[in-house]
Protein backbone atom coordinates (compact mmCIF):
# COMPACT_ATOMS: atom_id res chain seq x y z
CA UNK A 1 0.00 0.00 0.00
CA UNK A 2 1.05 3.66 -0.29
CA UNK A 3 2.34 5.44 2.63
CA UNK A 4 -0.10 8.00 2.47
CA UNK A 5 -3.57 8.25 1.31
CA UNK A 6 -5.30 6.92 -1.26
CA UNK A 7 -3.46 3.85 -3.56
CA UNK A 8 -3.64 4.27 -7.11
CA UNK A 9 -3.06 1.68 -9.97
CA UNK A 10 -2.84 2.77 -13.49
CA UNK A 11 -3.41 6.45 -12.45
CA UNK A 12 -6.95 5.06 -11.11
CA UNK A 13 -7.30 6.15 -7.70
CA UNK A 14 -9.03 3.14 -5.28
CA UNK A 15 -10.81 5.12 -2.56
CA UNK A 16 -9.36 2.89 0.11
CA UNK A 17 -7.26 4.80 3.34
CA UNK A 18 -5.80 2.42 5.30
CA UNK A 19 -5.51 3.54 9.08
CA UNK A 20 -1.59 3.41 10.28
CA UNK A 21 -1.82 -0.05 11.34
CA UNK A 22 -3.55 -1.09 8.40
CA UNK A 23 -1.06 0.66 6.49
CA UNK A 24 1.55 -1.80 9.18
CA UNK A 25 -0.01 -4.84 8.07
CA UNK A 26 -0.18 -4.34 4.36
CA UNK A 27 3.34 -3.07 4.41
CA UNK A 28 4.52 -6.36 5.64
CA UNK A 29 2.10 -8.89 5.09
CA UNK A 30 4.21 -12.23 3.36
CA UNK A 31 3.00 -15.23 1.39
CA UNK A 32 0.91 -16.39 4.60
CA UNK A 33 -0.61 -13.84 7.21
CA UNK A 34 -2.42 -13.95 10.23
CA UNK A 35 -5.21 -10.73 11.20
CA UNK A 36 -6.60 -11.45 14.50
CA UNK A 37 -8.56 -8.24 15.08
CA UNK A 38 -11.12 -6.90 17.48
CA UNK A 39 -14.49 -6.03 16.46
CA UNK A 40 -15.14 -3.04 14.18
CA UNK A 41 -11.17 -2.75 13.31
CA UNK A 42 -12.25 -2.70 9.52
CA UNK A 43 -10.96 -6.26 9.17
CA UNK A 44 -13.00 -6.96 6.02
CA UNK A 45 -12.32 -3.53 4.26
CA UNK A 46 -8.79 -4.18 5.11
CA UNK A 47 -8.49 -7.92 3.87
CA UNK A 48 -10.86 -6.83 0.65
CA UNK A 49 -8.14 -4.24 -0.40
CA UNK A 50 -5.41 -6.26 -0.05
CA UNK A 51 -6.52 -9.20 -2.13
CA UNK A 52 -7.92 -6.33 -4.91
CA UNK A 53 -3.98 -4.97 -4.58
CA UNK A 54 -2.26 -8.67 -4.96
CA UNK A 55 -4.57 -9.62 -8.09
CA UNK A 56 -3.83 -6.08 -9.88
CA UNK A 57 -0.31 -6.89 -9.08
CA UNK A 58 0.10 -10.36 -9.70
CA UNK A 59 2.94 -11.19 -12.86
CA UNK A 60 1.25 -14.68 -13.38
CA UNK A 61 -1.42 -14.67 -16.41
CA UNK A 62 -5.36 -14.83 -15.75
CA UNK A 63 -5.20 -14.53 -11.88
CA UNK A 64 -7.43 -15.14 -9.74
CA UNK A 65 -8.38 -14.54 -6.25
CA UNK A 66 -10.65 -15.40 -3.78
CA UNK A 67 -12.33 -13.93 -0.67
CA UNK A 68 -13.97 -16.72 1.60
CA UNK A 69 -15.99 -16.31 4.39
CA UNK A 70 -18.12 -19.34 6.31
CA UNK A 71 -21.64 -19.44 4.03
CA UNK A 72 -21.82 -17.84 0.49
CA UNK A 73 -24.81 -15.87 2.00
CA UNK A 74 -21.79 -14.25 4.92
CA UNK A 75 -19.22 -13.63 1.95
CA UNK A 76 -22.41 -11.75 0.04
CA UNK A 77 -23.32 -9.68 3.04
CA UNK A 78 -20.22 -8.83 4.75
CA UNK A 79 -17.53 -8.30 1.37
CA UNK A 80 -20.04 -7.69 -1.83
CA UNK A 81 -20.55 -4.22 -1.04
CA UNK A 82 -17.15 -3.85 -0.17
CA UNK A 83 -15.54 -5.40 -3.14
CA UNK A 84 -18.14 -3.36 -5.90
CA UNK A 85 -17.16 -0.37 -3.69
CA UNK A 86 -13.33 -0.29 -4.39
CA UNK A 87 -12.96 -2.03 -7.55
CA UNK A 88 -15.79 -0.08 -9.40
CA UNK A 89 -13.67 2.47 -10.11
CA UNK A 90 -11.22 0.75 -12.40
CA UNK A 91 -11.73 0.92 -16.22
CA UNK A 92 -13.38 -1.97 -17.56
CA UNK A 93 -14.62 -3.42 -14.35
CA UNK A 94 -17.70 -5.95 -14.08
CA UNK A 95 -19.12 -7.14 -11.76
CA UNK A 96 -21.62 -10.55 -11.65
CA UNK A 97 -23.89 -10.72 -8.76
CA UNK A 98 -25.09 -13.91 -9.66
CA UNK A 99 -21.66 -15.82 -9.32
CA UNK A 100 -20.27 -12.95 -6.86
CA UNK A 101 -17.51 -12.32 -9.00
CA UNK A 102 -15.60 -9.06 -9.99
CA UNK A 103 -14.16 -9.31 -13.72
CA UNK A 104 -10.50 -7.17 -14.04
CA UNK A 105 -9.17 -6.07 -16.61
CA UNK A 106 -6.29 -8.52 -18.48
CA UNK A 107 -8.84 -11.59 -17.34
CA UNK A 108 -8.22 -10.75 -13.68
CA UNK A 109 -10.93 -12.24 -11.32
CA UNK A 110 -11.61 -12.41 -7.67
CA UNK A 111 -14.11 -14.55 -6.45
CA UNK A 112 -16.42 -14.66 -2.83
CA UNK A 113 -17.08 -17.67 -1.93
CA UNK A 114 -18.80 -19.55 0.94
CA UNK A 115 -16.49 -22.19 3.07
CA UNK A 116 -19.25 -24.20 4.43
CA UNK A 117 -19.46 -26.56 0.95
CA UNK A 118 -15.18 -27.51 0.83
CA UNK A 119 -15.72 -30.04 -2.01
CA UNK A 120 -17.35 -27.62 -4.23
CA UNK A 121 -14.36 -25.49 -4.18
CA UNK A 122 -11.63 -28.40 -5.48
CA UNK A 123 -10.41 -27.44 -8.88
CA UNK A 124 -9.80 -24.11 -8.54
CA UNK A 125 -6.58 -22.29 -8.93
CA UNK A 126 -5.71 -19.60 -6.58
CA UNK A 127 -2.62 -16.64 -6.45
CA UNK A 128 -4.54 -14.92 -3.61
CA UNK A 129 -6.82 -16.10 -0.93
CA UNK A 130 -8.74 -14.21 1.89
CA UNK A 131 -10.12 -16.69 5.09
CA UNK A 132 -12.66 -14.00 7.14
CA UNK A 133 -13.93 -15.66 10.24
CA UNK A 134 -11.34 -18.84 9.93
CA UNK A 135 -12.65 -20.49 13.48
CA UNK A 136 -16.12 -21.06 12.06
CA UNK A 137 -15.07 -22.79 8.38
CA UNK A 138 -14.89 -26.49 7.61
CA UNK A 139 -11.58 -27.86 8.84
CA UNK A 140 -10.70 -29.25 6.10
CA UNK A 141 -10.90 -26.44 4.46
CA UNK A 142 -7.78 -24.80 3.96
CA UNK A 143 -5.18 -28.03 4.17
CA UNK A 144 -7.21 -30.11 1.57
CA UNK A 145 -8.26 -27.18 -0.95
CA UNK A 146 -6.90 -23.62 -0.10
CA UNK A 147 -3.62 -25.23 0.31
CA UNK A 148 -3.27 -27.40 -3.22
CA UNK A 149 -5.52 -24.30 -4.86
CA UNK A 150 -2.42 -22.22 -4.00
CA UNK A 151 0.56 -24.37 -4.85
CA UNK A 152 1.54 -24.47 -8.41
CA UNK A 153 1.66 -20.76 -8.34
CA UNK A 154 3.12 -20.02 -5.27
CA UNK A 155 0.05 -17.77 -4.22
CA UNK A 156 -0.54 -16.08 -0.86
CA UNK A 157 -3.37 -16.80 2.37
CA UNK A 158 -4.77 -14.50 4.69
CA UNK A 159 -6.42 -15.44 8.02
CA UNK A 160 -8.71 -12.88 9.47
CA UNK A 161 -11.23 -12.73 12.73
CA UNK A 162 -11.92 -12.66 15.99
CA UNK A 163 -10.96 -15.05 18.79
CA UNK A 164 -13.65 -17.52 19.43
CA UNK A 165 -11.72 -19.47 21.55
CA UNK A 166 -8.76 -22.21 21.45
CA UNK A 167 -9.70 -23.42 18.00
CA UNK A 168 -8.08 -23.81 14.38
CA UNK A 169 -8.43 -20.04 14.54
CA UNK A 170 -6.12 -19.96 17.17
CA UNK A 171 -3.82 -22.79 15.65
CA UNK A 172 -3.13 -21.08 12.57
CA UNK A 173 -2.13 -17.96 14.73
CA UNK A 174 -0.15 -20.21 17.09
CA UNK A 175 1.64 -21.57 13.63
CA UNK A 176 2.21 -18.20 12.09
CA UNK A 177 4.00 -17.17 15.00
CA UNK A 178 6.07 -20.26 15.42
CA UNK A 179 7.38 -19.83 12.18
CA UNK A 180 8.04 -16.29 12.37
CA UNK A 181 10.46 -17.21 15.54
CA UNK A 182 12.07 -19.96 13.75
CA UNK A 183 12.92 -17.06 11.26
CA UNK A 184 10.62 -18.26 7.97
CA UNK A 185 10.45 -15.52 6.06
CA UNK A 186 7.14 -16.41 4.51
CA UNK A 187 4.91 -16.06 7.55
CA UNK A 188 3.64 -12.65 9.41
CA UNK A 189 0.89 -12.34 12.38
CA UNK A 190 -0.22 -9.25 13.69
CA UNK A 191 -2.89 -8.99 16.71
CA UNK A 192 -5.11 -5.79 16.78
CA UNK A 193 -6.39 -5.30 20.55
CA UNK A 194 -9.23 -2.29 21.25
CA UNK A 195 -7.00 -1.05 24.23
CA UNK A 196 -4.14 -1.04 21.24
CA UNK A 197 -5.42 0.41 18.62
CA UNK A 198 -7.40 3.53 19.13
CA UNK A 199 -9.98 3.13 16.32
CA UNK A 200 -13.14 2.79 19.09
CA UNK A 201 -13.49 5.91 21.10
CA UNK A 202 -12.72 5.23 24.58
CA UNK A 203 -16.11 6.08 26.00
CA UNK A 204 -17.65 3.63 23.55
CA UNK A 205 -15.40 1.24 24.94
CA UNK A 206 -16.70 1.28 28.23
CA UNK A 207 -20.19 1.90 27.06
CA UNK A 208 -20.16 -1.96 25.76
CA UNK A 209 -18.55 -2.89 28.60
CA UNK A 210 -20.66 -2.34 30.78
CA UNK A 211 -23.63 -4.34 29.24
CA UNK A 212 -21.14 -7.04 28.44
CA UNK A 213 -20.09 -9.83 30.45
CA UNK A 214 -16.37 -9.41 31.04
CA UNK A 215 -15.46 -12.89 29.05
CA UNK A 216 -17.56 -11.31 26.14
CA UNK A 217 -15.88 -8.23 26.06
CA UNK A 218 -12.31 -9.35 26.85
CA UNK A 219 -12.88 -12.13 23.67
CA UNK A 220 -14.66 -9.46 21.04
CA UNK A 221 -12.50 -6.53 21.75
CA UNK A 222 -9.17 -7.22 23.64
CA UNK A 223 -8.87 -10.75 21.46
CA UNK A 224 -8.81 -13.46 24.23
CA UNK A 225 -8.20 -16.88 22.92
CA UNK A 226 -9.47 -18.01 26.18
CA UNK A 227 -13.03 -15.98 27.04
CA UNK A 228 -14.97 -18.37 25.40
CA UNK A 229 -13.63 -20.85 27.65
CA UNK A 230 -15.97 -20.34 30.70
CA UNK A 231 -15.30 -22.27 34.06
CA UNK A 232 -11.53 -22.71 32.59
CA UNK A 233 -9.21 -22.75 35.60
CA UNK A 234 -5.40 -21.46 33.59
CA UNK A 235 -7.41 -20.02 30.67
CA UNK A 236 -6.23 -16.54 32.18
CA UNK A 237 -2.96 -16.90 33.57
CA UNK A 238 -2.10 -18.47 29.91
CA UNK A 239 -3.64 -15.09 28.52
CA UNK A 240 -1.11 -13.13 30.36
CA UNK A 241 1.56 -15.52 29.74
CA UNK A 242 0.76 -15.05 25.74
CA UNK A 243 0.61 -10.87 26.34
CA UNK A 244 4.26 -11.13 28.75
CA UNK A 245 5.84 -13.00 25.59
CA UNK A 246 6.28 -15.82 27.22
CA UNK A 247 5.39 -18.30 25.23
CA UNK A 248 7.86 -18.43 22.71
CA UNK A 249 10.63 -20.27 21.43
CA UNK A 250 12.40 -22.12 24.83
CA UNK A 251 15.06 -23.97 24.27
CA UNK A 252 17.03 -26.65 26.31
CA UNK A 253 19.69 -25.78 28.31
CA UNK A 254 22.14 -28.55 28.49
CA UNK A 255 23.67 -26.77 31.80
CA UNK A 256 20.42 -27.34 33.80
CA UNK A 257 19.21 -30.51 34.73
CA UNK A 258 15.52 -31.56 33.49
CA UNK A 259 12.72 -32.25 35.87
CA UNK A 260 9.66 -34.37 34.81
CA UNK A 261 6.32 -34.65 35.92
CA UNK A 262 3.92 -37.49 35.03
CA UNK A 263 -0.05 -38.16 35.35
CA UNK A 264 0.40 -42.32 35.18
CA UNK A 265 -2.83 -43.98 33.08
CA UNK A 266 -3.82 -47.11 32.94
CA UNK A 267 -7.17 -47.12 30.94
CA UNK A 268 -6.57 -43.44 30.15
CA UNK A 269 -3.62 -41.31 28.73
CA UNK A 270 -0.58 -40.97 30.44
CA UNK A 271 0.76 -37.01 30.04
CA UNK A 272 4.21 -35.89 30.75
CA UNK A 273 5.91 -32.18 31.21
CA UNK A 274 9.51 -31.58 31.08
CA UNK A 275 10.94 -28.32 32.89
CA UNK A 276 14.07 -26.91 33.57
CA UNK A 277 14.43 -24.53 36.69
CA UNK A 278 16.70 -20.82 36.98
CA UNK A 279 17.89 -20.49 40.29
CA UNK A 280 18.71 -17.38 39.82
CA UNK A 281 15.83 -15.59 38.57
CA UNK A 282 13.15 -18.31 39.86
CA UNK A 283 11.70 -19.25 35.88
CA UNK A 284 10.52 -22.33 34.88
CA UNK A 285 10.93 -23.18 32.04
CA UNK A 286 9.19 -25.63 30.02
CA UNK A 287 10.79 -27.50 27.30
CA UNK A 288 8.66 -30.29 26.24
CA UNK A 289 5.58 -32.20 26.74
CA UNK A 290 4.32 -35.84 25.73
CA UNK A 291 1.31 -37.59 26.26
CA UNK A 292 0.17 -41.43 24.48
CA UNK A 293 -2.17 -43.82 25.45
CA UNK A 294 -2.11 -47.56 25.91
CA UNK A 295 1.42 -47.61 26.11
CA UNK A 296 3.23 -49.33 29.31
CA UNK A 297 6.22 -47.82 31.94
CA UNK A 298 8.71 -49.25 29.40
CA UNK A 299 7.39 -47.27 27.06
CA UNK A 300 7.60 -44.11 28.79
CA UNK A 301 10.84 -44.70 30.18
CA UNK A 302 12.22 -44.88 26.88
CA UNK A 303 10.65 -41.95 25.48
CA UNK A 304 12.44 -40.25 28.17
CA UNK A 305 15.63 -42.26 27.52
CA UNK A 306 15.62 -40.64 23.78
CA UNK A 307 15.81 -37.44 24.78
CA UNK A 308 19.15 -35.46 24.84
CA UNK A 309 18.14 -34.31 28.44
CA UNK A 310 20.03 -34.75 31.50
CA UNK A 311 17.27 -35.40 34.54
CA UNK A 312 16.83 -34.86 37.76
CA UNK A 313 13.58 -35.45 39.69
CA UNK A 314 10.75 -37.60 38.18
CA UNK A 315 7.27 -36.60 40.14
CA UNK A 316 4.49 -38.60 40.05
CA UNK A 317 1.24 -38.87 42.20
CA UNK A 318 0.71 -41.05 45.43
CA UNK A 319 -0.92 -43.73 43.50
CA UNK A 320 2.30 -44.99 41.80
CA UNK A 321 2.88 -46.87 45.25
CA UNK A 322 -0.58 -48.26 45.01
CA UNK A 323 0.28 -52.48 44.48
CA UNK A 324 -1.36 -54.26 40.87
CA UNK A 325 -3.32 -56.85 42.22
CA UNK A 326 -1.87 -59.15 38.93
CA UNK A 327 1.82 -58.25 39.32
CA UNK A 328 1.51 -57.58 43.20
CA UNK A 329 4.05 -55.11 42.51
CA UNK A 330 3.62 -51.39 42.50
CA UNK A 331 4.61 -48.95 39.43
CA UNK A 332 7.09 -47.09 41.61
CA UNK A 333 8.86 -50.52 41.93
CA UNK A 334 8.57 -51.23 37.82
CA UNK A 335 10.06 -47.86 37.99
CA UNK A 336 12.80 -48.91 40.16
CA UNK A 337 13.40 -51.73 38.09
CA UNK A 338 13.75 -49.69 35.03
CA UNK A 339 16.24 -47.38 36.21
CA UNK A 340 14.02 -44.68 37.38
CA UNK A 341 13.97 -43.32 40.96
CA UNK A 342 10.32 -41.44 41.50
CA UNK A 343 9.90 -38.54 43.78
CA UNK A 344 6.04 -39.01 45.05
CA UNK A 345 4.45 -35.63 45.45
CA UNK A 346 2.02 -34.78 48.40
CA UNK A 347 -1.30 -35.96 48.70
CA UNK A 348 -3.38 -32.68 48.72
CA UNK A 349 -7.04 -31.98 47.55
CA UNK A 350 -7.26 -30.97 44.14
CA UNK A 351 -7.89 -27.89 44.78
CA UNK A 352 -4.85 -26.87 46.83
CA UNK A 353 -3.41 -28.58 43.94
CA UNK A 354 -4.66 -26.10 41.26
CA UNK A 355 -3.71 -23.21 43.60
CA UNK A 356 -0.55 -24.62 43.57
CA UNK A 357 -0.52 -24.24 39.80
CA UNK A 358 -1.73 -20.83 40.00
CA UNK A 359 0.73 -19.79 42.33
CA UNK A 360 3.77 -21.58 39.51
CA UNK A 361 2.14 -20.67 36.06
CA UNK A 362 3.28 -16.29 36.39
CA UNK A 363 6.98 -18.27 36.64
CA UNK A 364 6.32 -20.27 33.48
CA UNK A 365 7.84 -19.92 30.44
CA UNK A 366 6.34 -22.24 28.00
CA UNK A 367 7.99 -23.56 24.52
CA UNK A 368 5.24 -22.96 21.49
CA UNK A 369 5.92 -25.49 19.50
CA UNK A 370 6.84 -28.39 22.21
CA UNK A 371 4.62 -27.80 24.27
CA UNK A 372 1.35 -26.89 21.96
CA UNK A 373 -0.68 -30.12 22.74
CA UNK A 374 -0.60 -29.45 26.68
CA UNK A 375 -0.67 -25.82 26.71
CA UNK A 376 -4.32 -26.26 24.71
CA UNK A 377 -4.81 -28.77 27.21
CA UNK A 378 -3.98 -26.61 30.28
CA UNK A 379 -6.31 -23.64 28.58
CA UNK A 380 -9.27 -26.69 28.07
CA UNK A 381 -8.92 -27.64 31.92
CA UNK A 382 -12.42 -26.11 33.06
CA UNK A 383 -14.69 -27.16 36.72
CA UNK A 384 -17.51 -29.44 35.91
CA UNK A 385 -21.18 -28.16 35.53
CA UNK A 386 -24.14 -28.85 37.44
CA UNK A 387 -27.05 -28.95 35.25
CA UNK A 388 -29.58 -29.63 38.77
CA UNK A 389 -28.45 -26.57 40.66
CA UNK A 390 -27.43 -24.28 37.56
CA UNK A 391 -23.74 -23.73 38.86
CA UNK A 392 -20.56 -24.82 38.63
CA UNK A 393 -19.58 -27.58 40.93
CA UNK A 394 -16.17 -27.20 42.96
CA UNK A 395 -14.44 -29.90 40.86
CA UNK A 396 -12.98 -30.33 37.86
CA UNK A 397 -14.18 -31.99 35.11
CA UNK A 398 -12.58 -35.61 34.02
CA UNK A 399 -12.31 -34.80 30.08
CA UNK A 400 -9.73 -35.28 27.56
CA UNK A 401 -7.82 -32.37 29.00
CA UNK A 402 -7.39 -33.82 32.73
CA UNK A 403 -4.32 -35.60 31.89
CA UNK A 404 -2.17 -32.76 31.11
CA UNK A 405 -3.52 -30.81 33.69
CA UNK A 406 -3.23 -33.29 36.28
CA UNK A 407 0.90 -33.69 35.28
CA UNK A 408 1.13 -30.07 35.44
CA UNK A 409 -0.54 -29.97 39.05
CA UNK A 410 1.96 -32.68 40.50
CA UNK A 411 4.52 -30.94 39.13
CA UNK A 412 3.98 -27.46 40.46
CA UNK A 413 3.42 -29.74 44.01
CA UNK A 414 6.26 -30.92 43.29
CA UNK A 415 8.50 -27.79 42.71
CA UNK A 416 6.94 -26.12 45.66
CA UNK A 417 7.93 -29.07 47.76
CA UNK A 418 11.72 -30.06 45.97
CA UNK A 419 13.47 -28.38 49.31
CA UNK A 420 12.29 -30.68 51.81
CA UNK A 421 12.92 -34.01 52.17
CA UNK A 422 12.65 -36.60 50.14
CA UNK A 423 9.36 -37.69 50.60
CA UNK A 424 10.22 -41.46 49.23
CA UNK A 425 13.52 -41.62 51.84
CA UNK A 426 11.17 -40.64 54.78
CA UNK A 427 8.13 -43.07 53.62
CA UNK A 428 10.95 -45.38 53.89
CA UNK A 429 11.99 -44.65 57.16
CA UNK A 430 8.88 -44.29 58.64
CA UNK A 431 6.93 -47.01 56.50
CA UNK A 432 4.10 -44.18 56.47
CA UNK A 433 2.74 -42.51 53.50
CA UNK A 434 2.19 -38.87 53.39
CA UNK A 435 -1.61 -39.18 54.63
CA UNK A 436 -0.68 -42.15 57.59
CA UNK A 437 -1.41 -45.12 55.55
CA UNK A 438 1.01 -47.96 55.46
CA UNK A 439 3.09 -48.75 52.87
CA UNK A 440 5.25 -51.96 52.06
CA UNK A 441 8.32 -51.21 50.29
CA UNK A 442 10.53 -54.14 49.39
CA UNK A 443 14.07 -55.13 48.65
CA UNK A 444 14.28 -51.89 46.33
CA UNK A 445 13.68 -49.67 48.71
CA UNK A 446 17.21 -50.54 50.27
CA UNK A 447 18.33 -48.57 47.10
CA UNK A 448 17.71 -45.05 47.97
CA UNK A 449 17.66 -45.65 51.18
Known amino acids: MAKQGPRSTNNVIIPYTPRPIQRDFHKNAKRFNVAVAHRRFGKTVMAINHLLRDILLCQHPRPQGAYIAPTYTAAKRIAWAYLREYAGVIPGVRFNEAELRCDLPDDRKIYLLGGDSADSLRGLFLD ?66 ASETGILKQEELDAAREIMDESQYQQEFECSWSAALVGSYYAQALDLAETDKRVTNVPYDPNLKVSVSFDLGVADSTAIWFCQEYPRTGEIRLIDYYEASGEGLHHYVKELNNRPYHYDKFYFPHDVMVRELGSGSSRYEMLLGLGMRPTVVAKLKVQDGIEAVRGLLPRCWFDRQKCAEGLKFLRNYHRAWDAKRNDWRDRPNHDHSSHSADAFRYLAVGLRDHNEDDRMTSMSRSQRMSDGRPVILTDYADSFV
Not at 148 to 157: K, Q
Not at 164 to 184: L, T
Request: proline residues 5%.
Open 128 to 193: AVILDEYADMNSRLYPEVIRPAISDRLGSCTWIGTPRGSNQFKEIYDYAIQQEEAGHKDWFSMIFK
